[in-house]
């Protein structure tokens, strides 16, 4: 075993004496260390020109390089698999590994554990309409989606999971009360309310009293549609936008546009993305949330005023920024489609291209 290694100043004198003309046996009893690290120093003084202390490489790893490779690609073709699961699966090819090592060969390859998000399920067919909106809209005009009138509906509870505080506080006093928020079963009740906006602003926020259907929709609309696309001075060749719920694609409430002359944004399914009004949803709660409401008439007062209190200049950049939603659904599309090409040989990949890729 090493013993411990000698000064720069003893590995310098070796060098010196060296220079000198001494050879390995006289440096060796002048200065009273093994002739053979004196050989060792002068040797790697006469390749690397130094006799400081170069990189070393540490502890060779126990895990074979098939081993981490088997641990990458596992994690990369299965996600969710779970440390415990790799640990097996390692196992029954003969190869123990720690949880602990598993977590560092998949962080030395870029993998680190995430929660994963949460999306809408998408069917291949809602897919193709996501692709199929994207590339139609993809050459319009900034002036088009200024006169776009977003709408959507949303539920703000009173005790919501939004009511997420961050507290300065001493280690195990979470619990004190000035360190923690009160919590109610269900959210402490709720609301649920209707809202538009443009790029020139928000227009009218709507509580909605009960259930929601068709009749009530169009109430919602008779009331606020025309007046807040009066106040957003979008003019009368507007398009509204909703999304496909059953009650707003409902033919007594299509007849309703058609006999208002309101041209309707062609929408696809299980978009919310597509949205921009979820960028404002998200924003209006934490607002709300932290003026505190104790009940519902304060929650459904302070929504007011904080929708209100939404910038004009926060309205138009979300539209203003709106193309880019469309080119990131394309090019989704695009990448799935060249990591097909690459499984595929020179004689399919011409025929994938001519039948596929080109009619998309």
Not at 270 to 289: F, M
Request: aromatic letters at 8%.
């Amino acid at each position: 075993m090493k013993n411990k290694e000698h000064t720069r100043q003893v590995r310098d004198t070796v060098v010196k004496k060296f220079k000198a003309g001494f050879g390995y046996k006289k440096i060796s009893q002048a200065l009273n260390i093994p002739r053979n690290t004196v050989q060792a120093i002068i040797l790697k003084w006469k390749e690397y020109q130094t006799t400081a202390n170069l990189p070393r490489p540490g502890r060779p790893s126990k895990r074979s390089a098939h081993t981490r490779r088997r641990l990458i690609r596992d994690a990369a073709k299965r996600p969710m698999i779970t440390p415990d699961e790799l640990q097996r699966s390692t196992a029954e090819v003969g190869d123990s590994v720690h949880r602990t090592t598993i977590s560092r060969i998949l962080h030395k390859s870029g993998l680190y554990g995430r929660v994963a998000r949460r999306k809408p399920f998408l069917k291949d067919i809602h897919k193709k309409c996501r692709l199929k909106f994207a590339t139609s809209h993809l050459g319009d005009t900034p002036n088009m989606w200024k006169k776009v009138l977003w709408s959507d509906e949303t539920k703000i509870e009173l005790f919501g999971s939004n009511a997420r505080r961050y507290v300065w506080r001493k280690s195990n006093t979470a619990h004190h009360p000035e360190h923690t928020i009160p919590t109610v079963k269900h959210g402490g009740g709720s609301i649920m309310v209707w809202a538009c906006f443009s790029s020139a602003g928000t227009g009218k926020m709507v509580k909605i009293d009960g259930k929601m259907d068709g009749a009530k929709y169009r109430t919602i609309l008779e009331v606020n549609l025309m007046e807040s696309a009066k106040d957003l001075r979008l003019g009368r060749r507007f398009v509204f936008q909703q999304d496909n719920d059953p009650k707003h694609k409902a033919k007594s409430t299509m007849e309703w546009f058609k006999n208002k002359h309101i041209q309707v944004l062609e929408w696809p399914s299980q978009s919310p993305d597509l949205n921009p009004i979820e960028n404002l949803w998200k924003e209006l709660k934490t607002a709300v949330h932290k003026c505190s409401p104790s009940n519902l008439t304060e929650l459904e007062l302070f929504c007011k005023e904080e929708w209100e209190k939404m910038s004009v200049s926060r309205c138009a950049k979300l539209i203003e920024t709106y193309p880019k939603r469309l080119i990131a659904v394309s090019q989704q599309k695009v990448a799935l489609q060249s990591i097909n090409l690459r499984g595929l040989n020179n004689f399919a990949r011409p025929i994938f291209q001519f039948f596929f890729v080109k009619k998309v």
